[in-house]
């Protein structure tokens, strides 16, 4: 069962994956659900250096852009089926939110299972979440049309190294019976206890000189100016983008 | 590869599926890549008829909802990561789109994991896309609270049909080398030219009275009046749920 032994792979060997191999998979990949078999997305392969070197800082420098062998953006894309809507004469209402709410879904169910089978196949990948956190600058660098948009960038190459897998909260913390319940405070403590008793997150709490783990996160690592600054970038691409009419 | 075989099953056997099994695939799907490993997402399990009962109008009433033993509601959950930050005196700025889209990322590659790992356990499912039509409806049924938003539901059960897979476009269509590839008009016809082609597909032309299969996409299946009113509601909701400060 792979995906019970997935890890994040940032170091790659200095290899290339062959071309056929990821569009095989791609094309297994695209069994996924879709909403309508609409198929609303697009997956960009880059592998140009020049391009590469352009993405790099726009994910923060991350050096698993420029190390892996194959970087994937995966694009919510209601481009190609609004073209054919035009050349069809229908009226293709998907320039709003519901239908990019509706082409993120499609591309990221898309995406993971991507991922399940590059890791059957003995690649291993990394999820880069710094894709929406600029994504004015690779709609610009990845030349991405109307109605499309950037939700999810994978790194894939074979794997240099193999890391301890990271913790999880318990199951039944995340699982509500017929609706929603809310638990007290003092649950709450309890849900994240194990998080914070890890040695390397107290570490963290150390180096950063905070008082505990949740203020590692909200004061360093996703903060309330980073998110509001970004949110706004998110939204104003969104717009430019034609998804907010 | 059950990956390559997957079809949405709509008819279940009348056979309950065991709390444990759903649990267990749960607690492996979540090995899937999440933002900070924060694990921003909550699944709600109905199985009691009352609470399926007010659920089904929600989704127009497909008949998954009363059939399934099980119906998965997959939310993007922000709420019990920032009570956690509440009880430690840290400053949670997670209520903004940007914190949305992060939230909704986590639970969409949680729930394809899971879909995947329901399929491979011999489970049918279905992905109601219904879910981001009526959010409103599914908060105050669900009793989802303020930073959750619900973004998936699958229902799952035994499989009593194996219906044929549906069609997907040629994968060398959806990528893109390097950066985005726009294509000619002529390439757009031929990309939907199979789609059109298939006698399901006519079929439905003809009983729509319709000129296209397109057409029947913009004028019937989603049309720009839907599309639009539940956009506003989609924006309503996420408001309301505090994601748009």
Redesign the interface.
Known sequence: ?T????R?IRKYKVMDVDKTLI?DL????????T?????L????????KT?KEALAPLHFNQPMVMSAPVVLTF?ADFN??T???D????????D????F??A??DT??F???F???AE?AGLGTC?L?TT??NPMGIID?????RL?FP??TITVGYPDENPE?????D??????????Q?VS?AD??K??AYKESLPENKHFVEINNK?????V???C?????D??A??QG??EALKKQGFLN
């Open positions: 069962m995906i019970k032994e997935r994040t569009h791609l094309a297994t990949a695209s069994r996924a659900a909403m309508g078999n609409m198929q997305y697009s997956v960009v392969e880059t592998r140009s391009v694009v190609r089926f073209r054919w809507c050349l069809s004469d229908a009226d293709a209402g998907y709003n939110f519901l239908s709410s509706n993120m879904t990221l169910l995406c993971q299972n991922c399940t089978l059957e999820f979440g929406v956190y660098v990845l030349k991405l049309p499309t939700v999810a897998q990271p913790d999880r909260l199951i039944s913390d995340v699982i509500h019976e017929d609706v929603y809310t405070d709450i403590r849900i994240f008082q505990n783990l949740a203020q996160f909200t004061d690592r996703y903060t309330r100016k998110n509001e970004m949110s998110m939204l």
